[in-house]
């Protein structure tokens, strides 16, 4: 089998890429940061988005066990989602499972269909859509799967595999599909003659490879890549992970990228969506995210990461310890979802769900605390605007004012916590 | 639970009413004149029209079935015409429910003719069952854990030389050697226990169950040791060694508990689907239960009788498969019906 | 029956040297593991990292003797508290698996057995190695490890099944399971892999507080640097079945000297890293066991071989040397002055903030 290099590019280009850059004095390379591919995803505010998602809901109901088998309740496994992707940009999605990133992912794909709420994607609400009417649109937006070996069958050749949706779609000519798919396999950094072989003749890394060609068949807007390299080794996910770098940058394909690995979701993406129990609790740039988190779960989810520079130190370092397990999406906690294994939560977090607020820039929380580690505020930041006292209840002195950011993309004035007043750009 | 029992009986209430209507129609179909096998030899125009009239063969299809539904659920009394029920009372013979029918040739209901052979055949099913699973499960662990060795090989060579054999060969076999020529055991002949007791009911079921047993031996040596390969081969299975349990606990505790799972359901399907095997056996070894029972009726083109045992196995087959999905509740604690 | 922990004295509890694990099968021989060396002491934590097939695991199931016996060559010794335990027979073994060696595995979801409710899976473990001991003792003691693990609510959880616990719960009761018996020694294969990042913080923590109060030895096997880094005291990275780099955790992630050591550092982002830090995978794919590279395993995928003189790195396996860092830290590669290779080429692409914190 052929020796498998980094990226995307051609084999040949990867290696000398490669050796060139170890061969670099550190000067040089640092000089050659600026260009190169295969450091962390820049955000970049003046693209347009491509894929506006407003308010997405799926409940999945739970049937009774009785005689007639009603609908007793539901999973509420995505529970009002809102976000937007730009072109060519990254939105990493991150949580724990069961939070509902995947269920996102798969709605978006349609795999699902979304009981509420609206995929807004080149001006179609893709929600409302048929089967039927759905189908010429799919070629947009494409899927990468977990598990390399489940997701391809067997039974089929690479070249089937990879060939299948430009047949399904007829975007190709039939008599072009084999090149194309040679092409393809090229990009992806395998051997286009290898078409005709297995998938079990595959290694994982050599496999993840093949489902990335089979996703870049029909030229996709839109990737939801879902935890893409978490079944793969070390040293392999490397590989895939800049392989997709390279495919953003060439294909200029948008990704929703998710994953639980919160190393790998900021490496990859320049903004990123942390959910809870169905629901995005923090959304935001990197900076805001990894360096100033104000959600109380981000902020747990971030220090509960085992980091390699401990080793400097030994010993285990200092943490948020969240107590228990993730409650059940059928029937969580009122208020806000999270305030069960909240170290900061108080009366108000179990009568009234704090909305999404914007905070800065490009930052939102839906805390009622929000604020950096340690510094709590003593009365919740989002009495006011929700016209309810400190303790949950309906003000009659004050009035709901609007939601600063409510809505999927970023709107131009925040509310400042430090002051409490609006801010502006 | 109960629910689920309740909704499943209620749809196997259905799909009998299903069965019902498709073998009526199937019979419907066939292109002999039921009332004149009804009626046998020697029968005048006027007596078949009378037993015609008798078995209700005169009516619309429609009719004729809704009369066997109602019989199955709450009895009638034949003949069914009510004008030959008032001319001769004494004749009337009261069929309780569920009513399989009436058979005019041995003036019986075939409920009464199936009481008679039905014990025969569930005990030839009992014991056949019991021989094939102790067998299938012991052979199958045997080759099992000695995987690829010659005791494997072995077994698996035995069941396919089992397989070759045909079912009538076997027990003509077991009957002309074993029985009559080498005199080890008495030629069978069906007994009550209430006659002779439990081992004079057993012994004579000895080589007619064994032929049937054979028959399903083979799969099942198969199939457990691939179940229990299968589970040998799981995460639970190296931590059960790991936790420093004998190789005996694990795999006929640990590993063995996993296969059984598979194995009841297969089981449970195999026995309502007896009858097909039960023919055969019972016809060399000349028992009078439900599979001579179905020749017999065949022979003399008893549409009656045929009728009722063909719901009879039905009815056999979807009230096992609802005690098989009962019973994977409680063998797999992850299964919740609901 | 001497038990082994009676008959042992001050020194490593685990001694492993040089141990081969071989497979024969119709296509050669799979060389699982060849030539390993290693020791835990009581109380001390050897994380042992690598990619699968590189023989991680191989090595531990030899130690609890859970190879097949038919189809696998064993040479070399193992000693568990002084006893020689290679070449032992199925009964011997059975006497200390779970008992003074236990495991803890990766997907306790699949571990567990899932017809048996696990007060019954607990309560067995403490039987096999307690036959006298009565199955009220043997419940007691389950519901106290369930509680010692942090189950609420042991005395009802006992009786349920493993598919009604969570994830993080499950690998509480493996944890619970494994440590029934007091074992000297734990061997955790990928304890964390299957479980978020918060509900791995929780497991850490419980292995690290059950470590000090039972002073056993742990074995951590483990693909996340970065739980090595939190829990390990020793490290021992291993390629194509060899050990390439071992010694205290800090020289090995802070002064590494083995190029495949760079290469799973440089692969994997960090939460905290500088964003210009660039994710450098190691080229190719792992060796087949079947075949291995001749000479050093890693040089078809080692990018310094260049700076070997000669064809050095494709023709001779490099001996287990110490390294500079530390008379403890030992690695494997022909490479003359590899700390200076790594400062100079390798740290400025994966960790500049590092280099200029160092400045």
């Known amino acids: 089998m052929t020796d498998q290099s980094t990226g995307g590019l051609p084999a040949e280009e990867q290696r000398e890429a490669v050796s060139n850059g170890e061969a670099k004095t550190s000067a040089e390379s640092l000089e050659n940061l600026i260009d190169d591919s295969h450091s962390a995803a820049m955000f970049d505010p003046s693209k347009k988005p491509v894929l506006t998602v407003t308010d997405l809901k799926m409940h999945f109901p739970v049937k009774s066990s009785g005689l007639l088998r009603r609908t007793v309740g539901h999973v509420k496994a995505v529970d009002g989602v809102s976000f937007e992707l730009r072109e060519g940009q990254s939105l990493g999605l991150v949580g724990e499972s069961g939070c509902g990133k995947s269920t996102t992912g798969r709605l978006i794909t349609r795999l699902y269909d979304p009981t509420e709420g609206s995929i807004e994607f080149e001006g179609r609400d893709l929600a409302k859509l048929s089967q039927r009417q759905l189908k010429p649109r799919r070629r947009d937006i494409q899927m990468i799967f977990q598990d390399p070996y489940s997701s391809l069958n067997p039974r089929h050749t690479v070249g089937a595999i990879v060939g299948a949706p430009m047949v399904i779609h007829g975007t190709v000519p039939k008599k072009q599909v084999l090149k194309k798919v040679q092409e393809l396999l090229e990009v992806v950094g395998l051997n286009p003659e290898h078409y005709n072989r297995y998938p079990?003749?595959?290694?994982?890394?050599?496999?993840?490879?093949?489902?990335?060609?089979?996703?870049?068949?029909?030229?996709?807007?839109?990737?939801?890549?879902?935890?893409?390299?978490?079944?793969?080794?070390?040293?392999?996910?490397?590989?895939?992970?800049?392989?997709?770098?390279?495919?953003?940058?060439?294909?200029?394909?948008?990704?929703?990228?998710?994953a639980h690995d919160l190393a790998i979701v900021r490496h990859f993406s320049p903004e990123i969506a942390v959910m809870y129990l169905g629901k995005i609790v923090e959304i935001g740039d990197r900076e805001s995210i990894y360096k100033n988190a104000?959600?109380?779960?981000?902020?747990?989810?971030?220090?509960?990461?085992?980091?390699?520079?401990?080793?400097?130190?030994?010993?285990?370092?200092?943490?948020?310890?969240?107590?228990?397990?993730?409650?059940?999406?059928?029937?969580?906690?009122?208020?806000?979802?999270?305030?069960?294994?909240?170290?900061?939560?108080?009366?108000?977090?179990?009568?009234?769900?704090?909305?999404?607020?914007?905070?800065?820039?490009?930052?939102?929380?839906?805390?009622?605390?929000?604020?950096?580690?340690?510094?709590?505020?003593?009365?919740?930041?989002?009495?006011?605007?929700?016209?309810?006292?400190?303790?949950?209840?309906?003000?009659?002195?004050?009035?709901?004012?609007?939601?600063?950011?409510?809505?999927?993309?970023?709107?131009?004035?925040?509310?400042?916590?430090?002051?409490?007043t609006r801010g502006r750009a | 639970m109960w629910a689920y029992v309740v909704r499943r009986c209620l749809v196997g209430v259905a799909l009998i009413m299903a069965l019902t209507l498709i073998t009526f129609a199937l019979f419907f179909a066939s292109p002999v004149d039921p009332a004149r096998f009804a009626c046998g030899k020697n029968c005048s125009a006027e007596q078949r029209d009378v037993t015609r009239a008798a078995l209700g063969y005169d009516k619309p299809f429609v009719v004729q079935w809704a009369g066997y539904l109602k019989g199955l659920a709450v009895g009638r009394d034949f003949p069914l015409d009510a004008e030959?029920?008032?001319?001769?009372?004494?004749?009337?013979?009261?069929?309780?429910?569920?009513?399989l029918g009436y058979s005019h040739l041995d003036s019986k209901t075939v409920n009464e003719m199936v009481a008679d052979a039905l014990p025969i055949t569930a005990s030839l099913a009992i014991v056949a069952l019991v021989m094939w699973l102790i067998g299938g499960v012991l052979f199958g662990i045997l080759a099992a854990i000695h995987q690829g060795s010659l005791i494997d090989r072995g077994v698996v060579g035995g069941t396919l030389v089992i397989y070759a054999f045909p079912s009538f060969a076997i027990a003509v076999f077991l009957l002309q050697y074993v029985a009559v020529k080498w005199g080890i055991v008495p030629l069978p002949r069906y007994t009550e226990i209430a006659d002779g007791g439990l081992w004079a009911w057993f012994s004579n079921l000895l080589l007619p169950a064994l032929t049937l047993a054979l028959l399903y031996l083979a799969g099942y040596v198969r199939m457990t040791r691939a179940f229990v390969l299968e589970s040998l081969s799981e995460d639970y299975i190296?931590?059960?060694?790991?936790?420093?349990?004998?190789?005996?606990?694990?795999?006929?505790?640990?590993?063995?508990?996993?296969?059984?799972?598979?194995?009841?359901?297969?089981?449970?399907?195999?026995?309502?689907?007896?009858?097909?095997?039960?023919?055969?056996?019972?016809?060399?070894?000349?028992?009078?239960?439900?599979?001579?029972?179905?020749?017999?009726?065949?022979?003399?083109?008893?549409?009656?009788?045929?009728?009722?045992?063909?719901?009879?196995?039905?009815?056999?087959?979807?009230?096992?498969?609802?005690?098989?999905?009962?019973?994977?509740?409680?063998?797999d604690p992850r299964v919740k019906v609901a | 029956m001497t038990s082994p922990?009676?008959?042992?004295?001050?020194?490593?509890?685990l001694v492993v040297d040089d141990l081969s694990v071989r497979f024969p099968t119709s296509d050669g021989v799979v060389s699982a593991v060849s030539n390993l060396s290693y020791e835990v002491e009581l109380g001390k934590t050897l994380g042992i990292v690598g990619e699968s097939g590189s023989g991680k695991s191989v090595s531990s199931m030899a130690i609890?003797?859970?190879?097949?016996?038919?189809?696998?060559?064993?040479?070399?010794?193992?000693?568990?508290?002084?006893?020689?335990?290679l070449?032992?027979?199925?009964?011997?073994?059975?006497?200390?698996?779970?008992?003074?060696?236990?495991?803890?595995?990766?997907?306790?979801?699949?571990?567990?057995?899932?017809?048996?409710?696990?007060?019954?899976?607990?309560?067995?473990?403490?039987?096999?190695?307690?036959?006298?001991?009565?199955?009220?003792?043997?419940?007691?003691?389950?519901?106290?490890?369930?509680?010692?693990?942090?189950?609420?609510?042991?005395?009802?959880?006992?009786?349920?099944?493993?598919h009604q616990f969570s994830g993080g719960m499950r690998q509480r009761v493996m944890i619970a399971m494994a440590l029934i018996n007091d074992p000297k020694l734990v061997i955790a294969d990928e304890p964390t892999t299957a479980l978020d990042v918060t509900v791995q913080a929780q497991i850490l923590d419980l292995l690290q507080d059950l470590q000090r109060e039972f002073n056993s030895a742990i074995i951590l096997i483990t693909h996340d640097l970065g739980v090595v880094a939190e829990f390990a005291d020793d490290v021992m990275v291993m390629y194509g079945g060899r050990a390439v780099e071992k010694g205290p955790a800090k020289d090995i992630l802070v002064r590494p000297e083995m190029p495949y050591t760079w290469g799973l550092l440089s692969s994997i982002p960090d939460v905290e890293a500088d964003t210009n830090a660039k994710l450098i995978p190691i080229a190719g794919n792992p060796p087949s066991l079947l075949n291995l590279p001749s000479g050093c395993s890693f040089h078809p995928r080692c990018p310094h071989t260049g700076k070997v003189p000669g064809n050095l790195c494709s023709t001779e396996l490099p001996e287990l040397l110490p390294a500079r860092s530390g008379p403890t830290h030992f690695k494997r590669c022909h490479l003359a002055d590899p700390e200076a290779v790594y400062r100079e080429e390798v740290l400025p692409e994966i960790a500049p903030d590092l280099l200029e914190e160092d400045r």
């Open chain 2, 238 to 331: 190296r931590t059960a060694k790991a936790k420093g349990l004998k190789s005996r606990t694990v795999v006929f505790k640990h590993a063995l508990r996993a296969a059984l799972t598979p194995l009841v359901t297969m089981t449970g399907l195999d026995f309502a689907s007896l009858l097909g095997g039960a023919i055969i056996t019972e016809r060399v070894f000349t028992y009078h239960g439900l599979g001579m029972l179905t020749v017999d009726a065949n022979n003399s083109s008893d549409l009656a009788v045929l009728v009722g045992i063909v719901l009879l196995a039905g009815m056999i087959v979807i009230i096992a498969n609802i005690v098989v999905d009962v019973l994977y509740a409680y063998i």
């Open chain 1, 294 to 420: 104000h959600h109380p779960y981000t902020q747990a989810l971030l220090s509960a990461v085992p980091d390699i520079k401990q080793a400097q130190t030994g010993g285990r370092r200092e943490r948020i310890r969240l107590e228990g397990d993730v409650p059940s999406p059928v029937n969580p906690p009122s208020g806000c979802h999270f305030r069960t294994r909240c170290p900061i939560a108080k009366e108000i977090c179990s009568v009234v769900e704090p909305p999404l607020l914007q905070i800065d820039q490009r930052h939102k929380v839906a805390c009622h605390f929000a604020s950096e580690v340690g510094h709590a505020p003593e009365r919740p930041v989002t009495a006011p605007l929700l016209g309810v006292d400190e303790y949950g209840a309906p003000d009659p002195g004050a009035s709901p004012a609007e939601i600063p950011g409510d809505g999927p993309g970023y709107a131009d004035t925040w509310y400042d916590l430090a002051n409490n």
């Open chain 3, 64 to 85: 609890l003797g859970l190879h097949d016996r038919r189809s696998t060559e064993l040479s070399g010794s193992i000693r568990v508290g002084g006893d020689e335990i």
């Open chain 3, 5 to 13: 922990s009676n008959s042992f004295d001050d020194g490593p509890f």
């Open chain 2, 84 to 99: 030959q029920r008032a001319a001769a009372p004494d004749q009337v013979t009261h069929c309780a429910a569920p009513c």
């Open chain 1, 200 to 258: 079990n003749e595959f290694s994982g890394g050599q496999r993840q490879r093949i489902g990335i060609a089979r996703s870049l068949a029909l030229q996709p807007k839109v990737l939801v890549a879902d935890e893409p390299v978490s079944a793969l080794d070390v040293s392999i996910q490397a590989q895939v992970i800049n392989l997709l770098q390279d495919i953003q940058k060439e294909f200029g394909i948008a990704f929703l990228f998710i």
């Open chain 3, 87 to 162: 070449g032992k027979g199925e009964e011997a073994m059975r006497a200390l698996r779970g008992n003074d060696v236990a495991m803890i595995f990766q997907d306790a979801l699949a571990a567990l057995h899932p017809y048996f409710r696990i007060g019954k899976q607990l309560t067995e473990a403490y039987l096999a190695h307690h036959p006298s001991a009565s199955k009220r003792d043997a419940e007691k003691r389950a519901i106290e490890m369930l509680d010692r693990v942090g189950i609420p609510q042991p005395d009802m959880r006992f009786k349920d099944y493993p």
